[in-house]
C-alpha cells in the first residue's frame, strides 16, 4: 500500500487539493478557484458543481506535478465549509445553487422557529437555531421553492458532496451533523421526533459516520475526471474548521485551534459536551471529542476584501519591490502603534455570527480624522479581527473552556503582525505550525488513520505537526488594547439598533 494522502479542502473562495507525504511534508498542492454569488441582500450562495469541477482539474494538476503514481495515494480525506444544504434529486442532479455559511435570508424563518421550540432545540443539539444553519435552508426551500422542495431526495454536506461525486456514497459525516437541529449533540444521532417536528423528512438524513472511516472507494468515471486510481479509499472527511483543528494539533481537552481562514475564530477541545447559546458546539472529526467553537466573519476575508479594494498602488509596486500586495500591506501595518491612534474597526462585513449572531450588523470604522492613512485602517481591521476573537474566548470561558494557548492556522496565520496583534488583544501565547495547509492536512490526517498509514491519531499528529514560530502577548500593549475593546463593544450595542433598520 501506497503512503501518500490527499487531503481536499473546500473553502469559500476555492478549493484546496494538497498531496503529502506520510510525515506531513507537501508532496504537491493546487488550488481550484469558484465564485460566490451574492444575487440579494443577505444571499450567499455557490454552485456545488463548480466546487466538483474545480475539485477534478486541481486534482489532475497535483498527480501530474508530483509525478507519483496514483496507486500510491493510500486514502482521500475532504474538509468542507460549514452548513451547506446541497439539494439533490433522485438522479444525483443539484436543483439549485446552495446557500453557504454565510448566507442569512432565513433570518425570520429561524426567528419564528427560535420562539416556538428554540430551547428545546438549544437543549438537543447544543447550538440555537442561526439562518445560516442548514435546518433553516432546509424550511427556506420548502416555502419558497415548493414545486422544487418535492424534487428533493438528498440534502448534503459540502464534504459529503464531493465523497459522493468520488464514490457514490450517501453520507454524513458526525462532525457537520451540527448544523442540522434534529441532530442529538450528546449522543452523534439524528433525532427522528425533532426532525418530524421541523418538518424534515428522514429521507434527507443521510447514514451519520465517523470522520475517519472509510465510505467508498474512488469509482471509474471519478478517476477519469480526477486522474485518480479507481478503488482508492476515500474517508467520510468533516467539518473544515474540525479539520484544521486537528491539523494543528489539537486533540486534548483544553488545546485550542485560532483560526484565520476566509472567515475567524477558534476551536476549544473538550472530552465532554458543553454549550453556550451564544457559541458554536460540534463533534470533533477525532473520535469522543467535542468543540466549542467561535466562528465570526472577520478573518482573512476582510483583509482579502481591503487589499483588493485598496492595493492597486501596492500592485503597480509588487514586481519593483519583490513583494505582494499582501506583504506591503502588512508592512503598512507595522507602522501604525497599537491601537490605531484611536481607529477602531467592527469586522461585521457579512453580518456576525458568534457570539452576537446579528445578520444585520455591519462593518464599521470610528474615530476617523485627519491624521488617519491607510495604515491605520489595516492595522484597525487586523485590531478588529482579535477584538472578535478576544469576545467569543471571553464567552468559552465562562462556561468551563479554558485556554492557556491558542494554536493559530489558515492565511491569517502568516502574517506576523496579525498574530502578534492577536496574542496581544486575547493575553494568550500563540503557535504556528504551518503555512497555510492545516486544514488539507486535518483532512489528510484522517484518510492515514481510517486506511491504517498511522495506527492512531496521536501517531499522525506526533509524525505531521511541527510548530514553526511562536507569539507571546506583549504586557505593554493590554491597557490600549482593553481600552479599545472596551469601545469596541460599546460600538455594537449603541449601533445594533440602527444596523436592524438600515
Known amino acids: 500500500m501506497g503512503t501518500y494522502l490527499l487531503g481536499i479542502d473546500i473553502g469559500t473562495s476555492s478549493c484546496k487539493i494538497v498531496l503529502f507525504e506520510k510525515s506531513g511534508e507537501v508532496k ?19 454552485d456545488p458543481e463548480e466546487w466538483w469541477r474545480a475539485v477534478c482539474e486541481s486534482t489532475a494538476k497535483v498527480i501530474e506535478k508530483s509525478g507519483i503514481d496514483p496507486a500510491d495515494i493510500a486514502g482521500i480525506g475532504i474538509d468542507g465549509q460549514s452548513w451547506s444544504a446541497i439539494a439533490m434529486d433522485e438522479s444525483g442532479k443539484c436543483l439549485m445553487n446552495t446557500p453557504i ?17 428554540g430551547e428545546r432545540i438549544f437543549n438537543l443539539s447544543g447550538n440555537t437555531l442561526q439562518p445560516s444553519y442548514t435546518t433553516a435552508k432546509i424550511i427556506w426551500y420548502r416555502e419558497n421553492h415548493p414545486d422544487l422542495y418535492k424534487n428533493i431526495r438528498l440534502i448534503l454536506q459540502s464534504n459529503s458532496f464531493i465523497a459522493y461525486r468520488l464514490t ?41 459516520f465517523p470522520c475517519h472511516e472509510v465510505i467508498g472507494k474512488v469509482t471509474a468515471e471519478a478517476a477519469r475526471l480526477t486522474g ?19 491539523g494543528t494539533g489539537v486533540l486534548n481537552n483544553g488545546e485550542t485551534q485560532e483560526q484565520g481562514g476566509q472567515a475567524g475564530g477558534m476551536s476549544i477541545c473538550l472530552d465532554h459536551f458543553a454549550a453556550d447559546p451564544a457559541l458554536i458546539t460540534s463533534f470533533h472529526v477525532v473520535p469522543d471529542k467535542w468543540l466549542l467553537q467561535g466562528g465570526t466573519t472577520g478573518g482573512a476575508g476582510v483583509m482579502r476584501w481591503i487589499v483588493g479594494n485598496f492595493g492597486d498602488y501596492e500592485r503597480t509596486l509588487e514586481k519593483e519591490r519583490n513583494m505582494t500586495d499582501t506583504a506591503q500591506f502588512n ?10 491612534e484611536g481607529l477602531i474597526f467592527l ?6 455570527r458568534s457570539p452576537i449572531w446579528d445578520p444585520k450588523a455591519k462593518g464599521v470604522w470610528y474615530g476617523i480624522d485627519f491624521t488617519k492613512t491607510k495604515a491605520h485602517f489595516i492595522r484597525s481591521a487586523m485590531e478588529g479581527g482579535a477584538f472578535a476573537l478576544r469576545h467569543n474566548l471571553e464567552i468559552a470561558e465562562r462556561c468551563g473552556g479554558e485556554v492557556k494557548e491558542l494554536r493559530a492556522m489558515g492565511g ?18 500563540i503557535t504556528v505550525c504551518h503555512s497555510g495547509t492545516e486544514t488539507s492536512l486535518g483532512a489528510a490526517i484522517l484518510a492515514g488513520v ?27 500593549n493590554k491597557d490600549i488594547y482593553d481600552k479599545n475593546y472596551g469601545i469596541y463593544k460599546e460600538l455594537y450595542e449603541d449601533l445594533k439598533d440602527l444596523m436592524d433598520r438600515q
Open 412 to 429: 491569517a496565520s502568516m502574517a506576523h503582525i496579525w498574530t502578534q496583534i492577536k496574542s496581544d488583544v486575547t493575553g494568550k501565547p
Open 168 to 208: 457514490g456514497a450517501v453520507t454524513q459525516d458526525i462532525s457537520q451533523g451540527y448544523g442540522l437541529s434534529c441532530f442529538d449533540m450528546h449522543k452523534g444521532t439524528w433525532d427522528k421526533d425533532m426532525a418530524r417536528e421541523l418538518g424534515i423528512p428522514e429521507s434527507f438524513l443521510p447514514d451519520i
Open 450 to 476: 481510517g486506511t491504517g498509514v498511522y495506527k492512531d491519531f496521536d501517531e499522525a499528529v506526533a509524525l505531521t505537526v511541527h510548530p514553526t514560530r511562536h507569539h507571546d502577548p506583549n504586557p505593554a
Open 347 to 352: 469586522p461585521y462585513m457579512a453580518g456576525e
Open 101 to 117: 455559511w454565510m448566507d442569512t435570508r432565513s433570518d425570520d424563518i429561524a426567528k419564528r422557529i427560535r420562539s416556538e421550540i
Open 28 to 46: 504537491a498542492s493546487e488550488t481550484g478557484a469558484y465564485k460566490v454569488y451574492y444575487p440579494y441582500e443577505g444571499w450567499a450562495e455557490q
Open 228 to 246: 485518480l486510481k479507481e478503488g482508492t479509499p476515500v474517508v467520510a472527511g468533516g467539518l473544515d474548521a474540525a479539520c484544521g483543528t486537528l
Open 331 to 340: 508592512e503598512l501595518a507595522e507602522t501604525i502603534k497599537p491601537g490605531s
